[in-house]
Structures are given as structure tokens and as C-alpha cells.
């Protein structure tokens, strides 16, 4: 038996972290929530590795894409999915600088939406 699948979920909305986070824990996923982004960055440092991290873009201090993209630089190569209102090309590029194993999902989005989006990063590692 494979071990079971960690995620990090990061929204600064508290509604929306309870709503991702349920939803990720119906689909028999181990969860670890943070509610910032400098919290997102503790929780990948501490509490890591992760199979997949789901961060909002938009949080306070610090984004989930600098905070992710600190991760890459740093050698994590962990599959990420993208939480976002924002449609620009800013946020296009920031999410393409990722590289692989990328996932956007735009909200308002549904809970097959989120499935779907953890299904094509994680691939493989969640059957």
C-alpha cells in the first residue's frame, strides 16, 4: 500500500481554506492548512515535504506564488495548484515561471474543478 497523499492548502480567506480544505480531505488526502503566505512558507519548511501544495495568489505579506516560486529556487519541484480571481497577464507569467507540474483553477470554482486540477498534478502518485 502507497502512503497516503500530503497537501499544503493556503488561502487567507478563512471560508475559502475550510471550503478547499474539506474538499481535499473527501478525496482521502492528508491536509495541512495555512492562512498567509508567510504561514505557507513555515508550514513547506517545517512540515514538509508535500505531494502538492493548493495556495490562493493573493494573501497578505507575502503571495503564494513568491512563496512558491522561493520553493522552487530552492530545489522543490512539488506540484502546485494555482487558486485565483486573477485573469491578467501578470499573474499568467508569475504561474508559467513555475515551470512544470502547474495547475491554475480560477475562481469562483467547484469542487470537481479543485479534483480535477489534483488529479493532473499528481498523476501517478494519487491512483
Known amino acids: 500500500m502507497s502512503p497516503k497523499v500530503r497537501a499544503l492548502v493556503a488561502d487567507d480567506d478563512p471560508d475559502l481554506l475550510e471550503m478547499v480544505t474539506d474538499a481535499v480531505v473527501r478525496l482521502g488526502i492528508d491536509v495541512v492548512s495555512a492562512r498567509s503566505g508567510g504561514e505557507l512558507l513555515d508550514k513547506l519548511a517545517e512540515r514538509g515535504p508535500f505531494d502538492v501544495v493548493v ?3 493573493a494573501m497578505p505579506w507575502m503571495s503564494g506564488l513568491h512563496v512558491m516560486h522561493s520553493a522552487r529556487a530552492a530545489g522543490s519541484a512539488c506540484p ?8 491578467d497577464e501578470k499573474t499568467t507569467a508569475q504561474v508559467a515561471a513555475l515551470g512544470e507540474h ?23 502518485a494519487w491512483a
Open 55 to 57: 495556495t490562493d495568489v
Open 80 to 87: 502546485v495548484v494555482v487558486m485565483t480571481g486573477h485573469r
Open 102 to 124: 502547474v495547475v491554475v483553477i480560477y475562481k469562483p470554482f467547484s469542487s470537481l474543478e479543485l479534483h480535477a486540477a489534483l488529479q493532473e498534478c499528481l498523476g501517478e
